[in-house]
Every structure is written in C-alpha cells, then in structure tokens.
C-alpha cells in the first residue's frame, strides 16, 4: 500500500504528503489545567526518546540538550550544552541555560539555534541511540561541550565518552558517544575540577570537549539499561556507520511504516493533523526495553534473554482504547505488551500483575487493576501469543490478593475483606477520621471508583476463566461483577458511597462531595462521571435507571448540567475534570465510552451527533487542542477510534459505531488483511449514518464485532445531513 496522500497545496499547487507530514508534536503543549502534551522525539515505541529540556512550552530557555528520557514526564538523563560564548578564563558550567530559537519538532527530528552560543542543534533518534549535529557560527570562538551525567561516573578515551547516571528509583543508565571529530582540548570536570586521569565520579561529572568552528561536529550515542558495552554495540548496530541525515531518513520511514497502517481520504487537512497526530502519541509508550536479545526486568532489575519487555504503561489510562487499538494494528506487539505485564509480575516479589508498569518498577498508581481489562480484551478477540493462564494467576493475585486501597502496594487487608463480604468498599462520613493504615493519606478510599472498577476487573477474570475453562471460577466472578448495584441509590440514579453499615452517605452532592479531586468516593472525577462506570453491563444500567427513556434523559443530563459553581472554585475541586460539556468531561480517560451510550438505549443518532461535537469543540491543532492529560495514548485513542468512526468495548470483541470524519478510512492489519470504511459525503453537515452494510450484509445496529473484521471488511455507510432511524431498533 502507498504511504503517499495527494492533497491539494495553497494556490492550487499539487503537493505530496506522508502520514508523520500531517504529525504536529506541538498539538497540546499548553495545558488546560494540569500536565501539557510533550513533543517527543522517538521511534514507535522506542526506548531511545526526548523532548526539550524545559519547564514548559512557554519557557523562553532551554537547559541544555536532552539525551533520553527515563520515566514518561517525569525523569530523564544526561545532559548535552553546546557553546561558543565562553572564554579563556571562564569558569566551566555543568550545563547552560540559554535562549533557544527557530525551533522545529517532528516525531523523527529536533532542531533548534540555542540561541546566544550561536550554534545550530539537530538531532535524530533510533531505537536505543541517537545522532546530535551541532553546527557552530564559524566567525566565532571555539565550540565546546559539555555531556553532564549528573550522579554518576564519566570517562572520555579520546574521541569516544562512556559512564552512567543513577536516575528515578535508583536505576542505572549507560550512555556511550563517540564524535566525529577530534577535539582540539579535552577533560573531565569532576567537583567542580579537571580531573587528571580523564575521568570523574560524583554529582554533576561530565565530559568537557573542545572543537575549532570551521566545521560540524556529530555525536553519536548509544544508552542501555544493561551495561557500558552494550551502549556500546547499541550505538555501533544503530547509527554508529550511518551519517545524520541517513539516520534522520531512516527514523522518518519507521514513522510512516507505522502511521501508514491506517490511511485516511476525505476531511479537512486540520482533520489529518489531529488525526495523524493522535496517532502518533499512541507510540509513545509503553518503550521496549528488549536491547538485542537480553532486558532489564524492572521489577527485580535483573537481565534476562529475550527480544521484547515493555514498560512505561499505565494501565488506567490505556486498557480503554490504546490497548484495543494496538489489537488491530499489530496483534503481535500487542501480545509482546501483555506479556511483558506478565513477566514483570513473574519476576516480582509478590507476583501481581502490575498497574503502572515504568523503568524505575510499578508505581502502583491510581485504583484497581485494570491489566485484567487488556489481558481479556485479547482473549477475546483472539489475539494468539500471549500467556492466558500465567496473565490469569497474576491478574487474580493483583485482584484478591493486594490491597484495594489507591496508590498502594501492600497486601489485601480490611478493605478486601469487606468486599469480598458485602460486595462494595465501604465509605468514612465527612469529617470521619480515616483509621485504616493500609489508606493512603492524600488519595483516600475512593470508595465508589474503586467499587465500580473492580467490579468490572472481576468481570474481565470471569472472561479470562471462562476461556482457561475454569468454569466455576468464571461464574464466580462474573456474579462479583454485579457489585456495582451495590451503589446504586434508585432514588437519584447515582452511585452512592455507603458506609460500613450499608447505608448510604448523607448529605451528598454528586459534583464536589468527596474533597480534592472527590478522592474520598470517587477518583480525578464526580459522581457524574462515575454514574457511567459499569462498561461491562449497560443494559443492566439501563434497567436500574428505568428503561431507555430514562437512560437518554440522565446522559442528556450530563452533558447539560451546570458545572454548579463559577470555574475557579469547580476546578479548584476538580482540577483533572477539564474539557467539560456539562458534567461530562473530556479531559479524563473514564468519560471516555460515555458519549456512545445512546447506542445501548435505542438512539445512535445521539451518539453521531455528540461525538463528532466533542471532537470539534476539545480536539484542535494547536498548542491547546488537547483538553486533559494525555497519558500515553490514553486520550489520544479516543480521538483516532472516534475520527475513524467506531470504539471499543473493552473486554467484550464489540465495537461500537460512531459517525466517521473521513470519507474513506483503510486500516491494515498484521495478516494484511484491511478494514475499509467508506462514507461518502461525510462531513460536519452530514454526520449521521442512514445505513450501513458490512462486505455486503445489512448492518441494522450500531456494532460490530472483531470477528466480523479480523480478516478484513468493508463497511458501508450512507451519510445524512438528518438524523435517521438506523440501528435505534435494539
């Protein structure tokens, strides 16, 4: 298939673009309340990644050139500056700080004039190494840089560096350069001397070299999580024959093989950029650590043989679209992902599948266990490869057998014991002091959350079982996963936290009872939010809530209630529950299915309508198009399921239909096979579906299955500028 989409240029001018042309790294750098998108640097799913070295996009300074980033947003290592300004007598800085312009991102490329040193910096990555071209004003002074490890060990051997940094967690890295000319002058500066013996421990060691400014120097480096040498062979396998602009050619293909797997006509060019873009950030984790047959295992850091573990996956964000999406995209990464979980728990002490799996181990972030959700989300839809029965054991043990509690790592305890008991997490009164140790102070019981959610991750076991044929298993927690009743209060609709007594918590505000974040009940979100977290039994929801009827007005309700207090004092509340339409939020990963409930209750059309509302009002490409934390694909999923026109049901092999922004979309699997979409016509106007075939069958309701499409399919949609009565018969 042609990677190459003709589009039309200004003026008339026929112009020819590729999928990583439409990518815009830049789309979401400034937040809307809390964490902005990064531009980062990398190959599809590559250990070697940066971005710029900066508090954020507005930052008018960088400090220095980055070298690889460790933990997503939160860790990297080593540090390369570059300049011209200093003097004989200057005294030499561990790194520089420094006006930077002209700067230009894609997902292949970096380049920026750190501007006052007068030096143009490139850069391109491959899978564990990368190429620096650094290019200095040639009417000025000797270059000279500086390749700072921070806490750690530096040595230079003539024109090659080697040492490593201690970074989150304690984790070591190893880094080996060489450059491509040789220095003029060279050292090592060690607290804050030049050591004789060209090298240096301690904080703040790093490499100091000098070049005259006739031409270009290029660094070539390698890292590893293993040792020195293996850096070493990491950077010679790579880019260490290859010249930056070969390098560069290479990462840009890499680019398009991936993003060309799904092929877009029809829509605007904005469209393509969010689109494209959206993609591209479903790449940026989890990062395979697999260097050359052997890996650092994270949870015991020990090496082991083997050509994949990835990590750097939280698992909260991504079991809901990302996962599902890497199903159809590559079957088979996606079981060496959910097999990496599985030897992460293998290798760990209490043998528990992990909840955010990084570098530095699982930081056990967030609440319940939602690795279940991918492992089951495989089984079934047939995804071969992966180890069923050991992603069961450790994924039972995650469930039972660790503490329910939040951001937690110890084992089951209380609040175990008195769900397996009484079927929910019982709730403190406001006010009510917490007694329990195994609670963490600041992120609370979040009662209802972690209820719902692990009523849902008992119904993902009974999947998982019932494929092992372990049948009374199965219908034991598929039985759990009706626990979500518990808290269902028939008199509001809502989920309500109960106390330990089974009563319900009274006086209660569905938006801001539950403090910070409504961590006390909920988690990130409101009530409102939660009130749709059952994603495994809608129709058992529609049933509590008294029909369809009920069902349409009580989401209509969400996206038309008032946020019940002016915008600072909501969001001082409820700072992760951006991109609000209402109550609904499109800013966090658990509204993300919600839009598509009208699909259950008889009324698609609502769901076409709203989708593609909310993807014009929230998804943009600008600096701002992005409404809430990101997450590594977490968000960004929803956007490339929803613009191609369906989503998953996780878990269940079901897709449910939404309304497509492109008039064609062809989707290319691992077998080579393709899922063709075509809709003519389809536009803002023109958003809802009249009918619809599937290879030539009638398609009469608003789903599909993986089995309809795991060996290619054409679906057939006919576009209405009116809402029409297709697929509202159930």
């Known amino acids: 298939m042609s990677l190459m989409l003709s589009v039309m240029a200004a003026g008339g001018v026929s112009a020819t673009k590729t999928p990583v042309d439409y990518v815009n790294p830049y789309i979401g750098n400034i937040s809307h309340l809390l964490m902005p998108t990064f531009p980062t640097v990398h190959l ?8 710029p070295v900066r508090g954020a996009y507005t930052d008018s300074r960088i400090n220095g050139l980055p070298l690889i980033v460790v933990n997503h947003r939160e860790c990297q290592a080593f540090n390369l500056s570059a300049t011209q300004s200093l003097g004989a007598d200057s005294e030499l800085p561990y790194s520089i700080v420094t006006d930077y312009d002209n700067e230009t991102i894609t997902p292949y490329s970096y380049a920026t004039d750190i501007d006052g040193q007068n030096i143009r910096a490139e850069y391109t990555p491959s899978r564990h190494s990368a190429v620096y071209r650094l290019t200095p004003d040639q009417e000025k002074d000797d270059m000279t840089l500086i390749l700072n490890a921070r806490n750690g060990e ?43 013996s060209n090298e240096g421990k301690g904080d703040e060691a790093c490499v100091v070299m000098t070049f ?18 293996q850096a070493r062979k990491n950077m010679e396998l790579e880019v ?45 984790r989890p990062v395979d650590l697999a260097e050359y047959g052997r890996y650092l295992n994270p949870a015991d850091r020990r090496v082991y043989a083997g050509e994949h573990h990835y990590t750097d996956d939280w698992l909260w964000d991504t079991y809901r679209a990302t996962h599902p999406l890497r199903i159809l995209l590559s079957e088979s990464q996606e079981a060496d992902m ?45 995804v071969e490869g992966v180890d069923i029965a050991a992603g069961y054991k450790y994924g039972k043990a995650a469930v039972d057998d660790k503490t329910l509690a939040p951001w937690r790592n110890g084992k089951a305890g209380y609040l175990n014991r008195f769900y397996r008991e009484h079927g929910y997490i019982p709730a403190l009164h406001p006010g009510e002091k917490e007694y329990l140790d195994e609670v963490d102070g600041w992120e609370k019981r979040q009662a209802v959350a972690v209820t719902l959610g692990t009523a849902y991750d008992d119904w993902c076991l009974s999947v998982i079982a019932g494929h092992l044929g372990l049948d009374a298993d199965s219908a034991y927690y598929a039985a759990r996963s009706q626990n979500y009743r518990k808290l269902f209060n028939p008199a509001t609709s809502f989920f309500h936290p109960k106390d330990s007594a089974g009563n319900f918590i009274e006086p209660f505000d569905y938006k801001f009872s539950g403090g910070i974040g409504a961590r006390d009940y909920y988690d990130e979100n409101n009530g409102w939010t939660y009130r749709w977290d059952c994603q495994h039994d809608i129709p058992g929801l529609i049933g509590l809530m008294g029909g369809n009827e009920q069902f349409i007005a009580n989401l209509d309700d969400t996206f038309n209630e008032w946020l019940g207090k002016n915008k600072y004092e909501f969001y001082s509340v409820l700072p992760d529950q951006t991109g609000n339409v209402g109550q609904f939020t499109m800013g966090n990963e658990p509204s993300m299915h919600i839009p598509y409930l009208y699909n259950y209750a008889g009324a698609p059309w609502r769901t076409q309508r709203r989708v593609r509302q909310l993807i014009r009002q929230w998804f943009r490409p600008d600096v701002m ?61 023109c958003k809802y579906i009249g009918g619809a075939t599937i290879d030539g069958r009638t398609l009469d309701s608003p789903w599909f299955t993986h089995e309809e499409i795991r060996n290619g399919a054409k679906i057939k949609l006919k576009m209405s500028r009116r809402h029409t009565d297709w697929g509202c018969k159930q």
């Open 240 to 284: 260490g024959h290859s010249g930056f602009n070969d390098v560069m050619k290479q990462a840009r293909k890499a680019w398009n093989d991936e993003l060309g797997k799904i092929i877009v006509e029809g829509g605007s060019e904005a469209d393509k950029e969010v689109f494209y873009t959206a993609l591209y950030r479903c790449y940026e």
């Open 338 to 382: 959910l097999n990496s979980l599985i030897d992460y728990a293998r290798r760990s002490e209490q043998q528990w599948l992990p909840t955010f799996p990084a570098v530095s181990g699982d930081s056990h972030r967030m609440n319940c266990n939602h690795g279940v959700a991918a492992i089951a989300d495989a089984v079934a839809k047939g």
């Open 44 to 51: 599809p799913n590559g250990m070697m990644r940066v971005y």
């Open 212 to 229: 005259d400014p006739t031409l270009p120097v290029e660094v070539r480096y390698g890292v590893s999580y293993i040792d020195a040498e």
């Open 154 to 196: 530096m040595k230079i051997d003539g024109r090659s560096i080697s040492g490593h940094q201690y970074t989150w967690g304690g984790v070591r890295i190893y880094i080996y350069a060489e450059v491509d000319r040789v220095p003029s002058a060279a050292g090592v500066l060690s607290g804050g001397k030049m050591s004789a």
């Open 625 to 685: 198009g992005m409404p809430g934390d990101e997450d590594g694909g977490g968000l960004s999923s929803f956007v490339v399921f929803s613009m191609m026109g369906f989503y998953p049901v996780t878990g269940s092999g079901v897709y449910s239909v939404g309304t497509p922004f492109f008039t064609k979309v062809r989707l290319r699997m691992e077998n080579g096979k393709e899922l063709v979409i075509e809709a003519p016509g389809s536009s803002d106007e």
